[in-house]
């Protein structure tokens, strides 16, 4: 049997694991690229696979980074079915419609520009419709109950404790005489997140391919309530509006949740709390239908309220782009919560070009960032970012709450797989940038004792009994240059920056002098912006 990795591979987005056994082909996951531009050409690759080969798909969870691109799958060619559970798929049916509408939108933009210029049609990645027929696709599981996907494979939904409904898969394949039991962690969710039910505990495999968002940190343990508290507080003292970009999914629910316990117990003014995102609306609502995988604080919370986990007074939905724009207009303060978290797209962006250079306002980074995306650069402390085209100066206080990760960190990972009772034969450290991939790969031979392997897109292990080996790819070769040459720029621009803050320390007193080598250093900020976006 082969597992062929062809996402996720030395980057956190585009999960993708492909399982060929006897003459049968399984994809865990089809998710789409996100972040830079570089990252996300991949989207646009062709698959490595014939889609309309691939006799079914295992999917993890929502999370566009793990199933967005099951829409152009289908609309390649895939006719058999996705495999999930029953909130992976209520999710799906509001995520990927959506993606699908950006995709739709993008094609459109550029179509219009492209036309006046003289280019070429560009077709969409998927619309909406593909992502309708893959959403038909699929079928629902319970948690614990094992299934058989293609004929020799058999899969059982775990809790994963990241997003209402995602999953880790147990996977038996049976390859002639040989069995070979696998996990795929998908996303990892820290213990005690609220809302959610905490991870499942680990079966013995003798391979587990594990996510490594996180691998090379810990979070901080603080009290978040407090921390949140504070900042909607001195907001509200300085007569500003609490932006807070969010995963519509996950963070969203996880920050109502919140602010319902501190306006409860006094701590934060009953200010108006604004959900603008369509998906958001609509994910809570998936949230607050499905008490099932609640945890025990939240079940009964659920109870106590008369079955509504979240029931503010002070809380909106806005559903029209109209009823959005208005918020623009309305007197602070105000929280607002948007999409998307990374703020790359969405309506975050209109709150952001209006709240970002407003010094009273306050902007609330509650979760991971790629690289490349505005989100991160904000986390940096960019003193403008370009949003929809236009220059925004950055005056707003920005913070990065970092404790909300829905992923587990490199401690709460290893102490997830230490509960092991047999040592698996190696972990395959996926879904990560390379330094956290690295770091959790050496904190697993450390502390595990195990076999670790950081695949590169396209690499595959093929697996007979008890031999395996790994045949290299080279198929993202040039793209992982690139990769590096980035990171390399963006610790020349750090080290640029600290050179630039000492010289104008030094040069303050020659007032003439400053203005001079402002000038040149400016030119080469310049510079080497235009190589970092060229990339
Ligand atoms: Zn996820
Ligand atoms: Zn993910």
Same mark, same amino acid.
């Given at each position: 049997?082969?597992?062929?990795?062809?996402?996720?591979?030395?980057?956190?987005?585009?999960?993708?694991?492909?399982?060929?056994?006897? +003459?049968?082909?399984?994809?865990?996951?089809?998710?789409?690229?996100?972040?830079?531009?570089?990252?996300?050409?991949? +989207?646009?690759?062709?698959?490595?696979?014939?889609?309309?080969?691939?006799?079914?798909?295992?999917?993890?969870?929502?999370?566009?980074?793990?199933?967005?691109?099951?829409?152009?799958?289908?609309?390649?060619?895939?006719?058999?079915?996705?495999?999930?559970?029953?909130?992976?798929?209520?999710?799906?049916?509001?995520?990927?419609?959506?993606?699908?509408?950006?995709?739709?939108?993008?094609?459109?933009?550029?179509?219009?520009?492209?036309?006046?210029?003289?280019?070429?049609?560009?077709?969409?990645?998927? &619309?909406? !419709?593909?992502?309708?027929?893959?959403?038909?696709?699929?079928?629902?599981?319970?948690?614990?109950?094992?299934?058989?996907?293609?004929?020799?494979?058999?899969? @059982?939904?775990?809790?994963?404790?990241?997003?209402?409904?995602?999953?880790?898969?147990?996977?038996?394949?049976?390859?002639?005489?040989?069995?070979?039991?696998?996990?795929? @962690?998908?996303?990892?969710?820290?213990?005690? %997140?609220?809302?959610?039910?905490?991870?499942?505990?680990?079966?013995?495999? !003798?391979?587990?391919?594990?996510?490594?968002?996180?691998?090379? *940190?810990?979070?901080?343990?603080?009290?978040?309530?407090?921390?949140?508290?504070?900042?909607?507080?001195?907001?509200?003292?300085? =007569?500003?509006?609490?932006?807070?970009?969010?995963?519509?999914?996950?963070? &969203? %629910?996880?920050?109502?949740?919140?602010?319902?316990?501190?306006?409860? $117990?006094?701590?934060?003014?009953?200010?108006?709390?604004?959900?603008?995102?369509?998906?958001?609306?609509?994910?809570?609502?998936?949230?607050?239908? +499905?008490?099932?995988?609640?945890?025990?604080?939240?079940? $009964?919370?659920?109870?106590?309220?008369?079955?509504?986990?979240?029931?503010?007074? +002070?809380?909106?939905? @806005?559903?029209?782009?109209?009823?959005?724009?208005?918020?623009?207009?309305?007197?602070?303060?105000?929280?607002?919560?948007?999409?998307? =978290?990374?703020?790359?797209?969405? *309506?975050?962006?209109?709150?952001?070009?209006?709240?970002?250079?407003?010094?009273?306002?306050?902007?609330?980074?509650?979760?991971?960032?790629?690289?490349?995306?505005?989100?991160?650069?904000?986390?940096?402390?960019?003193?403008?970012?370009?949003?929809?085209?236009?220059?925004?100066?950055?005056?707003?206080?920005?913070?990065?709450?970092?404790?909300?990760?829905?992923?587990?960190?490199?401690? %709460?990972?290893?102490? /997830?797989?230490?509960?092991?009772?047999?040592?698996? *034969?190696?972990?395959?450290?996926?879904?990560?940038?390379?330094?956290?991939?690295?770091?959790? $790969?050496?904190?697993?031979?450390?502390?595990?004792?195990?076999?670790?392997?950081?695949?590169?897109?396209?690499?595959?292990?093929?697996?007979?009994?008890?031999? /395996?080996? #790994?045949?290299?790819?080279?198929?993202?070769?040039?793209?992982?240059?690139?990769?590096?040459?980035?990171?390399?720029?963006?610790?020349?621009?750090?080290?640029?920056?600290?050179?630039?803050?000492?010289?104008?320390?030094?040069?303050?007193?020659?007032?003439?002098?400053?203005?001079? #080598?402002?000038?040149?250093?400016?030119?080469? *900020?310049?510079?080497?912006?235009?190589?970092?976006?060229?990339?």
């Amino acid at each position: 049997m082969k597992l062929t990795f062809l996402g996720a591979a030395r980057t956190v987005t585009g999960s993708c694991y492909l399982i060929e056994v006897g +003459n049968y082909k399984l994809l865990v996951d089809c998710g789409m690229f996100q972040g830079s531009k570089l990252v996300k050409a991949f +989207n646009e690759k062709e698959f490595l696979f014939n889609p309309a080969e691939i006799d079914a798909v295992v999917l993890t969870h929502a999370h566009v980074d793990h199933s967005g691109l099951l829409p152009k799958l289908t609309k390649e060619g895939f006719k058999g079915t996705i495999h999930c559970t029953k909130s992976t798929k209520e999710l799906c049916s509001i995520l990927l419609p959506d993606s699908a509408h950006i995709q739709e939108s993008d094609a459109e933009e550029m179509n219009r520009k492209g036309m006046r210029a003289g280019k070429k049609v560009v077709l969409p990645l998927f &619309t909406i !419709d593909d992502a309708a027929d893959a959403v038909k696709l699929m079928k629902i599981h319970d948690f614990g109950v094992e299934f058989s996907p293609v004929p020799g494979v058999k899969c @059982t939904f775990k809790i994963a404790g990241h997003i209402l409904g995602s999953a880790f898969i147990q996977m038996k394949v049976q390859d002639g005489k040989d069995t070979t039991k696998f996990i795929f @962690t998908g996303d990892i969710g820290q213990p005690n %997140q609220p809302i959610i039910d905490d991870p499942a505990s680990l079966e013995p495999a !003798d391979f587990i391919i594990t996510e490594s968002t996180y691998g090379n *940190r810990k979070h901080e343990a603080y009290d978040k309530e407090a921390e949140l508290a504070e900042i909607v507080n001195d907001t509200v003292k300085r =007569g500003g509006n609490v932006i807070i970009p969010a995963f519509a999914v996950g963070r &969203t %629910q996880v920050l109502l949740y919140y602010f319902q316990k501190m306006i409860a $117990a006094g701590k934060i003014p009953e200010i108006p709390i604004y959900v603008d995102s369509p998906m958001a609306n609509k994910a809570t609502e998936i949230t607050l239908t +499905n008490p099932d995988e609640y945890d025990e604080e939240a079940r $009964a919370l659920y109870v106590m309220q008369g079955r509504r986990l979240v029931n503010m007074q +002070n809380l909106h939905f @806005t559903a029209t782009a109209q009823e959005s724009a208005a918020l623009n207009h309305m007197d602070s303060p105000m929280i607002i919560l948007s999409a998307s =978290g990374m703020c790359d797209a969405g *309506r975050i962006l209109h709150h952001l070009k209006h709240n970002l250079w407003r010094k009273e306002c306050s902007v609330i980074i509650a979760g991971y960032q790629a690289e490349g995306s505005v989100g991160r650069k904000l986390v940096e402390g960019a003193k403008r970012v370009k949003l929809m085209g236009e220059e925004i100066t950055v005056q707003a206080k920005i913070y990065n709450m970092k404790g909300f990760s829905a992923h587990a960190d490199k401690e %709460q990972l290893i102490a /997830w797989y230490d509960a092991l009772k047999e040592t698996p *034969r190696c972990f395959f450290v996926t879904h990560g940038e390379i330094d956290a991939s690295m770091v959790l $790969a050496d904190e697993i031979s450390k502390k595990i004792g195990t076999a670790t392997y950081i695949p590169h897109f396209g690499d595959c292990a093929e697996i007979h009994g008890n031999e /395996w080996i #790994i045949h290299e790819s080279t198929a993202a070769q040039e793209e992982e240059a690139a990769m590096e040459l980035k990171a390399a720029l963006a610790n020349m621009e750090s080290d640029y920056l600290k050179q630039k803050s000492k010289v104008e320390q030094i040069i303050t007193r020659d007032a003439d002098k400053a203005a001079a #080598i402002k000038k040149k250093m400016d030119k080469l *900020r310049k510079y080497m912006d235009e190589l970092l976006s060229d990339l």
